[in-house]
């Protein structure tokens, strides 16, 4: 084959910088999950990136984009089919959120909260031990949380942060529910509350504590408690450096009677699943995925002159661009492989090359991307960073990936090189 003909052979497709993050063909992806994945991409094109400088401006929770969610049906997207959901796994929901976090980080990660209450009640508990009963009480439990979402567009949020080690994972959650008649009374507050004011349904981590009890991990609570209920209040102000549109305000719970049948997962099997499945933690990363992305394309677009908004001036040409571009690109790839694996293999009762190495996925895609969206800022260079274009945006927004509990950048690091050098109950005393 002579050297024209090879390189007729490999001929690339024209440059989309809005082409699926993540080819259905190569990484094999059904017809399915293909589609459900383009629906969020379409809907993030097409609509949240013009709206994403607004919601970040004001500190304003997107709830548009919320209502557009609810009629594309993505509210209910990991929501069991015969529950009126689209049934997407784990995967399909991380493929779809990534593509979501490219046009509005703030959209991504409060739908990774809303679609969290229904992931874990839903495949996740479907592979944790229940007994028959515990089963069918929780398969008629859920179907009322699945039902408000799919038929009113109800939105939940998932308040776990409380400012000290429970979060991650240390100690039994402050949070406390106390049991009664008919349900618990719940005292306590949670800081960082993505959604607050503007969930229909707070799912609350808590701690079951009975008279004369101690407090303990086992007995955590997760409690689809309704927003409107007497002895809750949102307090405290939000002006933050990035994620401005998650509106994480602080969550007061005084005295708050919260029914049997809000549970979202019965009694001891929160704690079970923080066990067996650990990569419910992982699914933070999906917005972060995104953002990187964003970075990227909007690094291509810019340096091509093709960046709406401004002058058609190419910069292409310069080797130092280039090279930039391609440091990206390799960041980019390589964070998205590892990624893809880490997403692959969730399931119940991984390997601990498995857990191992859902830590590194969710390490390089919190600091990968800011990393990449550093990258970006320099090499397009300072009109690329005004607020008029998404870039810095992106920048600010990607900077507060690996603060997420409990796998922040740091427990990742200490995770990891503990594990790594130790077996479970090994110590060097
Ligand atoms: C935009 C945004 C949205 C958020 N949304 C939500 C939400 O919807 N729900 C929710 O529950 N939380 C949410 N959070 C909170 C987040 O998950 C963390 O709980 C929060 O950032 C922790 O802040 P802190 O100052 O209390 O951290 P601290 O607990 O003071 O920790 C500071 C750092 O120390 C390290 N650290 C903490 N504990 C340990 C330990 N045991 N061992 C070693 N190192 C440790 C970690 O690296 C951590 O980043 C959100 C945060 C942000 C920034």
Not at 189 to 197: E, H, P, R, T, Y
């Amino acid at each position: 084959m002579t050297a024209q003909q090879a390189s007729k052979s490999v001929t690339l497709d024209r440059i989309d910088p809005d082409a699926p993050m993540f080819d259905p063909k190569a990484f094999r992806l059904s017809k399915e999950q293909a589609g459900i994945i383009a629906s969020a991409r379409e809907l993030g094109q097409s609509v949240f990136a013009a709206r994403a400088a607004g919601y970040d401006r004001d500190a304003k929770f997107p709830t548009e984009n919320y209502q557009d969610l609810h009629q594309a049906g993505l509210l209910g997207i990991a929501i069991p089919k015969k529950h009126g959901g689209l049934g997407a796994d784990y995967k399909t929901y991380s493929l779809a959120a990534a593509e979501i976090g490219r046009y509005c980080g703030a959209t991504a990660l409060t739908w990774n909260m809303h679609v969290c209450s229904t992931l874990w009640s839903g495949p996740l508990a479907d592979d944790l031990d229940m007994d028959a009963t515990t089963r069918a009480e929780h398969e008629r439990r859920r179907a009322v949380h699945y039902k408000r979402i799919v038929d009113t567009g109800a939105v939940y949020s998932q308040p776990f942060s409380e400012g000290g080690a429970a979060a991650a994972g240390g100690v039994a959650f402050g949070t406390e529910a106390k049991p009664v008649k008919g349900g618990w009374i719940v005292n306590g507050k949670k800081i960082f509350a993505s959604l607050a004011g503007h969930a229909d349904y707070y799912g609350v981590l808590c701690t079951e504590v009975a008279a004369g009890e101690r407090p303990s991990r086992r007995n955590t609570l997760y409690l689809g408690i309704e927003a409107k209920t007497s002895g809750i209040s949102v307090v405290g102000d939000w002006d933050p450096l990035g994620m401005r549109g998650t509106v994480s305000r602080t969550l007061l719970f005084k005295d708050v009677f919260v029914p049997h049948d809000a549970a979202l997962m019965p009694r001891g099997v929160y704690f079970q699943a923080a066990m067996r499945w650990p990569h419910m933690f992982l699914t933070l990363s999906p917005t972060y995925i995104g953002l990187a992305q964003g970075a990227y394309d909007f690094t291509v677009r810019y340096l091509r002159g093709e960046m709406p908004g401004t002058p058609p001036v190419k910069r292409r040409m310069y080797p130092t661009k280039q090279i930039a571009v391609a440091q990206m690109q390799i960041k980019l790839e390589q964070t998205k492989a590892i990624w893809f694996q880490a997403i692959t293999e969730a399931g119940a009762n991984p390997t601990k090359e498995q857990v191992l190495r859902a830590y590194a996925a969710q390490y390089s895609a919190m600091e990968g991307a800011n990393e990449i969206a550093t990258l970006a800022i320099r090499t397009c260079g300072g009109q690329a960073m005004l607020k008029s274009l998404p870039l810095e945006r992106i920048y600010r927004d990607s900077r507060c990936g690996s603060l997420m509990l409990p796998w922040t950048a740091e427990l990742c690091l200490d995770r990891i090189g503990r594990e790594a050098l130790y077996e479970t109950s090994e110590s060097d005393d």
